[in-house]
Structure formats: C-alpha cells, structure tokens
C-alpha cells in the first residue's frame, strides 16, 4: 500500500503541478527541528484548489518558498 503523501504527489505530477518539499521538510532535513514531518503538507508550485485524500484523511497544500 502506498502512503497517501506520495500518491498526492503523482496525482499532482499528472496534473502538471510541481511539488517541493515543504517548510517542515527543509527545517527537518537542516537539522533545525527534530519533528518528524508528517508529509501530509505538501509545498506547490501554482494554484491548486483541488481536495486529496481518503479515509478521511486530506493533504494540505502551502506555497512554495
């Protein structure tokens, strides 16, 4: 089963919206924070109004940096 960040991220990448890593992602990988990003906030190029998710649970989008 694949996780739910990753198959938002293709289902953007089939709509042609690009995708980076988000604030959280960057601080963690930068050694700034130690909490473990969730992938669930997921930093786009472009405007998106589009709801993903299932189950109940939905990504969030923020703006990339």
């Known amino acids: 089963m694949v996780p739910l960040p990753e198959l938002a991220k293709e289902a953007l990448a089939r709509l042609g919206i690009q995708t980076v890593p988000s604030r959280m992602e960057i601080d963690y990988n930068a050694g700034k924070?130690?909490?473990?990003?969730?992938?669930?906030?997921?930093?786009?190029?472009?405007?998106?109004?589009?709801?993903?998710?299932?189950?109940?649970?939905?990504?969030?989008?923020?703006?990339?940096?």
């Open 33 to 65: 924070t130690t909490q473990v990003p969730t992938g669930r906030v997921i930093a786009v190029k472009g405007r998106i109004s589009r709801k993903i998710g299932y189950g109940g649970a939905y990504v969030s989008y923020e703006p990339a940096a």
